[in-house]
């Protein structure tokens, strides 16, 4: 199972971007999905989560500006990112606590390969 993140970028402060993370490969279930942040210098750490039944947490910096949502037949989760600052620069990964294979395989945290945010002032 790999998981696959797009749509980092450049933005200019108080813009929006919109982060994609695929799971692919033969996937029975994904249960929490989320997104976590690295920024130079800093420990990663946890942005959003969301369940399988659609309960989410976020950090409280990201509070009322992002939105993390999923789509369990794509198994693809989504982080909406409105009114970027620039302390919201960082590499963002998705990440899976547990991935159960159509073969019934568990296979534990799971993480995508990072896409670079940059929100300019």
Known sequence: VQLQASGGGLVQAGGSLRLSCAASGSIRSINA???YRQAPGNQRELVAAITINGNTK??????????????NAK????????SLKPEDTAVYYCHTDEIITEWGRFEFDTWG?????TVSS
């Open 58 to 71: 976020y950090a409280d910096s990201v509070k009322g500006r992002f939105a993390i949502s999923r789509d």
């Open 33 to 35: 999905m989320g997104w």
């Open 113 to 117: 390969q990072g896409t670079q945010v």
């Open 75 to 82: 198994n693809t989760v989504y982080l909406q990112m409105n």
